[in-house]
C-alpha cells in the first residue's frame, strides 16, 4: 500500500509481512535527490526559528498540512511549548505559516511537546505526539484528535503510555490487522542500547506492552541514532529511517522483511536529512528534512533503486 493511501485516506490494511511470505526477489538501495527548501517558520518574525520533527498530511480537499517541533534559535528542546502548523497546495509549497496547532498543556503533565504524527482514519485525525514531563524515564507518548487539523482535543484518559529514556518520535502505519507505532526509547527506562520500540492496538488508543524492533551498538540516554523512526513498506520490504547517523544531517535506511525486526545488516541507504519523513503523493516519492540551524523545512526527491543483494 502507498504512503498516500496509508495516511492520506480512509486506511486500509496493507500487507502483513513475516518470514515465509512472497517478496519481491531483491530490495532496493534508498538514496535522495537534491533538497531544497520549502518552508521557513523564521517568515514574519523578529528573529530565526527552526522547526524540527515534523509530519505532513493531505485534508480531504487536497491541502498539504505542516505540523512539526517549532522554537525560536538557538535549539532550546525542553522549552518547545508548542507545535507548528503551516498549509499549502502541493508539497513543494508555497506554504503558509498558521496558528499553532496544538500549546504544551502543563495540567495533562507537559512541559515541552515533541515529535508530531497525524494520520487519518475515515473523518478522524489522530496526532500522536510526545509530551515530556520533567522525568525522562517516564516520557510521555500522547494523542489528540481532530476533524479539521485546526483544532484538537487530547485524549481525555491521559497519555497512551510512558517510557524511557525520552520515549519520543512516534510513527503509527497499519500491519495487517493491527497499528502499529514505532518511537526511539532505551533498552532501559534510566539509559542503554537506543533502540527503535514498537506496540501494537486495534483501536489507536490502548496499546500492547512494548517490543524491540531495531537495537543499536551504541548505549547512553538523550539523543541517538535511534531517532525519527520511520517504516515504509515498498516492493515486498520494509525499510526504517532511523538518525541522526554519521552527522547530525544524516539518516541510515534499512531493510527487512520483518516489520518488526530490522538490524545493521539491512542497512540500504544513507541520505542527507535529518527527522526524516517520506510521502509518496501519486507516485512521487518524497523525503524531508528539518532540525536545529537548518533554516526551516527541506524536500528532496526519494529514489529506490534495484540493489543485487
Sequence with gaps: MTIAGLLFGALAAPPSMAAGDPVASSPDTVSAGTFTKIYDPSIGEPQQWYVNDHTFIQDTSGTWHLFGITHAEPADPDHEIEFAHATAPSMTGPWTKQAPALTVDPGYGETHLWAPQVIRVGRVYYMFYAGGGPDHTQAEINL?????????????????????????????TRVGSKWVLYYTATSAPTGGNHVVRYRTSTDLTHWSASATAFTDPATGTFGGGTESPYVVFHHGWWYLFIGPRGDYVGTDVFRS?????????????????????????????WVSSAGWGQGGVWLAPLMWEKSTA
Design 144 to 172: 489528540a484528535t481532530s476533524t479539521d487539523l485546526y483544532h484538537w482535543t487530547r485524549l481525555p484518559s491521559g497519555p497512551l503510555f510512558r517510557d524511557g529514556y525520552d520515549a519520543r518520535d512516534p510513527m503509527v
Design 257 to 285: 522483511r520483518d516489520p518488526f525486526s530490522f538490524s545493521t545488516a539491512g542497512l540500504t541507504g544513507h541520505l542527507a536529512s535529518h527527522a526524516a519523513e517520506v510521502v509518496e503523493d501519486h507516485g512521487t516519492w
